[in-house]
């Protein structure tokens, strides 16, 4: 008997209910993960994780169907995981992507790793585990919400800052005196104070450790120095 591809013998309408509820489902756990990437500014957003979750989604479903088409011909099943395999692989691309180094820090690494969950959850989809698929969705939220809340609480890293301060004339021992009382108060620590002229205008660059907060309340404590005219981070 001559070998005829089921695939090929699929009309639009099946081919659609095969799919239509994978696509929704798809669409929407790329969108949920998206949605909470995208609402802290990162490179991949809404958009980027709905497409990336529908494109592992559809590799998925044809690399199963291709792998069992014929096999009701009495032909021997292929192998479903050699486009799904690649998917883990290639999707690295994107992950390398979305990691960026500015200056001492190196940005990008959540954003990856949820590109890389994300094609994982299409894969779920394109098997047929929509359930899972939705639940994994939720966690990965509540993860990346929760987590970041109890860093931000009880684990807020130290990090480097440089800012810039323009002054109206040289700096004397008293202004720096109140910068680093400032600082001290602020609990930072002072890794380099450069005095410099800048198109003829006086200049400090400040670096130090320290947190977040600490970090926004010394830049607001600076203006109230007489003779600072300007404030800028590095």
Known sequence: MAFQPTLHAMSFSEMIQNLGPKLIV??????????????KNKSAGIKTNM?????SMLFTTISVLVAFDGASEGMKPGDPGRIGAQIVSGIGFLGGGAILQSKENVVGLTTAASIWLVAAIG????????????????????????VTLFENRFLERRRLFK???????????????AI???????????????EILSGGQPEVRLAYLGRNRDHSNLLLELWKI?????????
Do not use: W
């Open 26 to 39: 798809a669409l929407f756990c790329g969108g949920l993960i998206g949605l909470e990437r995208e609402l």
């Open 51 to 55: 497409l990336i979750c529908v494109g």
């Open 123 to 146: 894969m779920l989809i394109g098997i047929g585990q929509l359930e899972v698929a939705l639940f994994v969705s939720v966690l990965m939220v509540f993860v990346l919400v929760a």
């Open 163 to 177: 800012i810039s301060l323009h002054l109206r004339e040289k700096t004397d021992d008293v202004t720096r005196a």
């Open 180 to 194: 680093e009382g400032l600082m001290y108060s602020h609990e930072l620590n002072l890794e380099d104070y450069r």
């Open 226 to 234: 007489p003779g600072i005219l300007d404030v800028k981070q590095s």
